[in-house]
Nanobody
Framework: QVDLLESGGGSAQAGGSLTLACKAD????????MGWFRQIPGKEREGVAV????????FYAASVKGRFADSQDTAKKTKYLHLNSLKSDDTAIYYC??????????????????WGQGIQVTVSS
């Protein structure tokens, strides 16, 4: 079992920045792909960014590429999502996700085993 706990959400102005953190706890050895999804009100859940350690690749949704950056501190078992140049369309609940399996070709389908409880990000224009 792996527990994921997000932190760092809140409110920001359009054009501003926020950083989300996700602390992984439990049986984290063997985790391969880890990243972020979001749920915008009235829309389907959307993959934002995922990093797969096995391939060393990081994948981004087209809507956030060039604005958001995924990073991790392995020693702290913590993943980060740096949200820059925020837009009102980025307002959503952001979820940390993780799995032992490889999702390099299917990460956007959201089939991750472990999910955090979600954290709100609100961007005002």
């Amino acid at each position: 079992q792996v527990d994921l706990l997000e932190s760092g959400g809140g409110s920001a102005q359009a054009g501003g920045s926020l950083t989300l953190a996700c602390k992984a706890d439990g049986h984290t050895r063997g985790l391969n792909c880890m990243g972020w999804f979001r749920q915008i009100p009235g829309k389907e859940r959307e993959g934002v960014a995922v990093h797969c350690a096995g391939s060393g690749s990081t994948f981004y949704a087209a809507s956030v590429k060039g604005r958001f950056a995924d990073s991790q501190d392995t020693a702290k078992k913590t993943k980060y999502l740096h949200l820059n140049s925020l837009k009102s369309d980025d307002t959503a609940i952001y979820y940390c996700v993780a799995d032992n399996r490889s999702f390099e070709s299917s990460w956007e389908r959201g089939l991750f085993k472990y999910w955090g409880q979600g954290i709100q990000v609100t961007v005002s224009s």
